[in-house]
């Protein structure tokens, strides 16, 4: 019996077809009603971005809530003339690794302060609470000064190259992450990994034998996470990459609506769903992941 | 003692591994010391090789098993995270900007060689100019050969040996190991700062180019003597003191030269933007709406998002499947990319909201409507987090609770929010402090959507949706002088700010206490 059939289950109604439907209105009907104004709302700038996106004309001024035409103009813009593949590379290449690398650090970190117990554990967990308040980006004119004179001893690492950028996000790998994975692995029972040592395990053995197959739940909404926040970076990216050819596609697509926002909306709009390809094909595939990681790492603290 | 209780000896593989990756290690310490060598860079190399020590330390020693969990993040966590941190503290109290970047000494000769002029007897160089590493961005230099064809090369520092270079007929340099030549059309993209740019040469004297190929060696008019610590200008018999406190050169009249050096300021720039009525005046009323705005967006998402996971929260509804995708795909979509379709959507003349509403509202025109659209397309994009999380939240609280509650005689919204309600929040809290320090400096929601803007009519350099974080970011890179330490002072007092409201909420939701 749910909270609603209590509430709604008087014995005085006839159950005659009038009272089904009224019935249903207050328990269900109503429920579906609220859920079309939001799905229309969560909608409504997706709908308007596709149908910009395949409008034939490709201008802001032309567009449409409702898609007007379908012609694939605008992504053959967009491909011919900005380096779009060289940017989409970027963004891959920095989502992609700095979700790997950040998962393989933080797992890491995360072993240690779950089933190890040595000095300055607590301090190290607070700390990392604390230090994240402040983020990296308002550290932005440190880095900025500090790669300025990096750049001159390790042009590899220095501004516009992306070795340099992703140590920069790596800098940021434990971080509230960190916790998160605390949070997922104290739920593993300890026996387990304990037996493992009584079976003569090395430690390294328990973790990537034992540990990590059992907590991929958490490695995964931490990927997505990371994967997501790095699409999106825009503040350390515009302050580091100011080549056109080292530029993000966030960047790029920036650059392209910023020179002339009119006309080349159509082209801008195709960037913005192939941007939005990669985060898709990801949720999709760790859906079920997400609520259990968000929130069980949030309520264990 | 950790790593007592496990086996002593690895396996082969891991044994392997371990040394693979030491020796990969070494090999990077090999590569970073070369050019701090090179460079004479003695504190660079002591860095490196205690990193590498305490590398090997850990992972070679039985008693740090901990450390070898922590060791690789927390590396990179000291040096692009904790370093900048006290970087960005330290120049928080200094002067530093664009006119003050460097030590005294860089500014003096700076003063000197640019107010060079030729002289007759100025010696004529062949001139080449080059960067260092990037043409775009690197720094500056000369590439010279003199009359007897010897060639050198100049910087802001003064002039070396230039061994190896590739001379032409004409004197010019076409290829020297190190730098890059720039075309003339890189050239000439940087001819403003190929203006400012002098090579001293001592004793108040200095090399200046004449055109793209030629330079020449001329007297400063300006010429800086120590006994009486300022610089005299000959031409005009103008002394200019120097002002330790102030970092510059200042005349009787109180003019300065446009060359300054660092200085410590010490508490300046944080009293400047806190009493200085001009400064304090934007950094309170952003400060506020940066407030106003990070409560408005966590709370509207928290409301909006909590709203539809307790509609869908019924055994028995249709569709709820294809409600949660449609409902969640805000977060699916890239918000950097989302964020600039907003802008254009509340765009005045063609913007879909204008047009679909049949008004005519200039959204980013005025204060009012810039500050709701932007908080609008933020509970766009924030809601169906709050929706996931809930979603999780609630399906832990046993519905046995409301209901026993509501036969107990409560109505559905008494048991809501007399049961249901408190124990969501304990899920709930930290996820809501945590959503506000992150929409506190949400910087992409307001610099992608509205850079800040509308500027009040009487304040250039604070604008109606500006949050204390875009207002630094145009502080340090986007106005006509970079005032660093200001910049670096205001990113100090952000950090304090939000610590302080998280630490005491999480405190007070005893997250914290819980550690263990």
Redesign the interface.
């Known amino acids: ?4 059939t ?2 709604t289950a008087p014995t005085r109604y006839r159950r005659g077809a009038g009272t089904r439907l009224s019935l249903w209105a207050t ?2 009907g109503w ?2 009603v ?2 079309w104004v ?2 229309a ?3 409504f ?2 709908m ?2 596709v149908s910009a996106a395949l409008n034939p004309l490709g ?3 032309s ?3 409702w898609p007007t035409g379908a012609s694939l103009d605008n992504a053959r813009d967009l491909f011919s003339n900005t380096p779009f593949t060289t940017w989409y590379a970027n963004s891959l290449f920095f989502a992609l690794t700095n979700a790997a690398v950040t998962v393989l ?2 797992a ?2 995360a ?2 302060f779950s089933r ?3 000095k300055g ?2 301090v ?3 700390g990392l ?3 994240q ?14 790669f300025s004179s990096i ?5 590899v690492i ?3 190259t992306r070795w340099g950028l992703l ?2 996000y ?5 971080s ?1 992450n ?1 916790w998160l994975m605390k949070g997922f692995f104290d739920t593993v029972p300890k026996e387990l990994d ?1 037996s493992a ?1 009584m079976d ?8 990537f034998r034992i540990m990590l197959p059992l907590v991929t739940p958490v490695l995964a909404i931490v990927g997505l996470l990371v994967f ?1 926040s790095t ?5 350390l990216a515009s ?1 580091f990459l ?2 056109t050819e080292a530029k993000t596609l ?1 960047l790029g ?2 650059q392209v ?1 910023a020179s002339s ?2 006309a080349n ?1 159509g082209m ?2 195709v ?2 769903i192939l ?2 390809l990669p ?2 094909i990801v ?2 595939f760790l ?1 079920r992941f ?3 990681g ?3 790492g ?2 264990k ?1 | 003692m ?2 007592g ?3 002593r ?3 082969l593989v ?1 044994q392997v591994v371990k040394i693979g990756l030491l020796g990969l290690f070494t090999a990077l310490g090999v590569w ?1 010391v070369l ?2 060598y090179i ?1 004479g ?1 003695w504190l ?1 190399i002591g860095l490196v090789v205690a990193v590498v020590g305490l590398v090997y330390y850990v992972y070679l020693s039985k008693r740090t ?2 450390a ?3 060791v ?3 590396l ?2 000291m ?7 006290l ?2 503290m330290s ?1 928080s109290v200094t002067n530093m900007s664009d006119g003050h970047r460097g030590s005294k000494e860089q500014a003096i000769s700076a003063v000197e060689s640019l107010s060079v002029t030729r002289t007759a007897d100025s010696e004529e160089y062949a001139l080449t100019v080059a960067a ?3 043409p ?2 690197g ?1 500056l230099v000369f590439l010279l050969t003199d009359a007897e064809g010897d060639t050198q090369v100049g910087d802001a520092d003064g002039l070396s040996e230039l061994a190896g270079a590739t001379v032409e007929d004409s004197g010019k340099v076409t290829d020297a190991f190190g730098y890059t030549i720039l075309t003339p059309a890189e050239v000439n993209e940087r001819s403003g700062e190929l203006e400012e740019f002098a090579v001293p040469t001592g004793s108040g004297a200095g090399i200046r180019s004449s055109g793209l190929s030629t330079a020449y060696e001329g007297r400063a008019l300006r010429v800086y003597d120590e006994s009486c610590d300022c610089v005299t200008d000959t031409e005009t018999g103008d002394v200019y003191t120097a002002d330790a406190e102030r970092g510059a050169f200042y005349n009787d009249e109180g003019q300065r030269l446009p060359q300054g050096w660092q200085v410590n300021v010490g508490a300046d720039n944080f009293a400047r933007f806190l009493f200085d009525p001009a400064f304090a005046s934007s950094f309170f009323s952003i400060l506020l709406w940066n407030i106003v705005f990070a409560v408005a967006v966590t709370g509207l998402v928290f409301v ?1 998002g909590l ?2 996971a307790l ?2 929260h ?6 709820k499947v294809f ?1 949660r995708v ?13 964020y ?3 802008r ?2 509340f ?1 005045t ?4 909201i204008n ?2 509403l049949g008004l005519r509202i200039d959204w980013f025109g005025s204060v009012w409507g810039a500050r709701a659209a932007v908080i609008l397309a933020n509970v ?1 994009l924030g809601y ?2 709050m929706f ?2 809930a ?3 609630l ?2 609280i046993p ?1 046995e609770l ?2 026993a509650a ?2 107990d005689g409560a109505n ?1 919204w008494q ?1 809501f929010r007399q049961v249901t309600l408190p124990l969501l929040m ?2 709930m809290t ?2 809501l402090v ?1 959503t506000f ?1 992150f929409n506190f ?1 949400n ?2 929601a307001v ?2 959507l509205t850079r800040g803007g509308p500027l009040f009519s009487d304040n250039s350099t604070a604008g109606a949706t500006d949050l204390l ?1 875009t207002y ?2 145009r502080l ?2 986007n106005e006509a002088t970079a005032q ?1 330490g200001y ?2 002072a205001l ?1 100090v007092m ?2 304090l700010i ?2 302080v409201i ?2 005491t909420s ?1 405190w007070r939701s005893k ?2 206490k ?2 263990d």
Do not use: C
């Open positions: 019996m749910s909270v609603d209590v509430r328990r269900l429920r579906h609220v859920m939001v799905a709302f969560a909608l700038p997706v308007f971005v201008t802001l001024s567009s449409q809530l650090l933080s890491l970190a072993y240690a190890m117990r040595f554990r607590k190290g967990l607070i609470l604390v230090i308040m402040f983020p990296q980006f308002l550290a932005i004119v440190a880095i900025y000064l500090m750049g001159e001893y390790y042009p220095g501004f516009d140590l920069v790596l800098g940021g790998a434990l509230i960190t304990e040592q003569g395990a090395t430690h390294a053995q328990v973790f997501i699409i999106n970076e825009f503040l302050v100011r080549d966030g697509l920036y609506v926002r009119n909306f801008f709009s960037g913005a941007l939005s985060t898709l949720f999709w859906q997400i609520t259990e968000l929130t069980s949030a309520v603290g | 950790p790593g209780r496990f086996a000896e690895g396996s891991g970073a050019p701090l460079g860079n660079g098993v901990p070898k969990y922590l690789p993040g927390v990179f966590l040096v692009f995270q904790i370093f900048p941190v970087y960005t120049t260092v590493g990037d775009e961005t720094e909006v709203a539809v509609t869908l019924v055994p028995k509804m249709r569709g409600y449609l409902v969640v795909l805000p977060y699916a979509m890239s918000s950097l990319a989302m600039l379709l907003w254009d959507m765009n003349d063609f913007g879909v047009q679909v766009w169906p987090y996931l999380v979603t999780g939240a399906q832990a519905r409301g209901q509501q036969i559905p048991a304990v899920a930290p996820i945590a320090a400096n910087f992409n610099w992608l974080i630094t970011y340090a890179f660093y910049a670096a990113s952000i950090f939000v610590s998280s630490v999480l997250a914290l819980e550690v």
